[in-house]
């Protein structure tokens, strides 16, 4: 069974920077794409990154891109998201996800495995 951990959120203001860690375990090959979702009050959960674990690859929503990079550290069996120049609407819970197979995917419902979520509040 994949468990995934989430941490690093907090609040920041406006322009500011944090990074999220999504540490994983009982990852088997398999399980080789992972994802960042997020959430806001009110609204629908919202893809946000993901990445291809055994080859790198990414892809971004159009919200983020430039903004945020997506990256896992093999040895430590961990995915990040570096966050920069934070915006208000950024403000979300956001959760990391993992899927069977090694097809990046936007669509959460694709993901099997999902975290309990870390709040990330940007002021302004």
């Known amino acids: 069974q994949v468990q995934l951990v989430e941490s690093g959120g907090g609040l920041v203001q406006a322009g500011g920077s944090l990074r999220l860690s999504c540490a994983a375990s009982?990852?088997?090959?398999?399980?080789?794409?992972m994802g960042w979702f997020r959430q806001a009050p009110g609204k629908e959960r919202e893809f946000v990154a993901a990445?291809?674990?055994?080859?790198?690859?990414?892809y971004y929503a159009d919200s983020v891109k430039g903004r945020f990079t997506i990256s896992r550290d093999n040895a430590k069996n961990t995915m990040y998201l570096q966050m920069n120049s934070l915006k208000p609407e950024d403000t979300a819970v956001y959760y990391c996800?993992?899927?069977?197979?090694?097809?990046?995917?936007?669509?959460?419902?694709?993901?099997?495995?999902w975290g309990q979520g870390t709040q990330v509040t940007v002021s302004s």
């Open positions: 996800a993992a899927r069977n197979g090694p097809r990046l995917s936007g669509l959460g419902e694709s993901y099997d495995y």
């Open positions: 990445i291809s674990w055994s080859r790198g690859l990414t």
């Open positions: 009982g990852r088997t090959l398999s399980t080789d794409a």
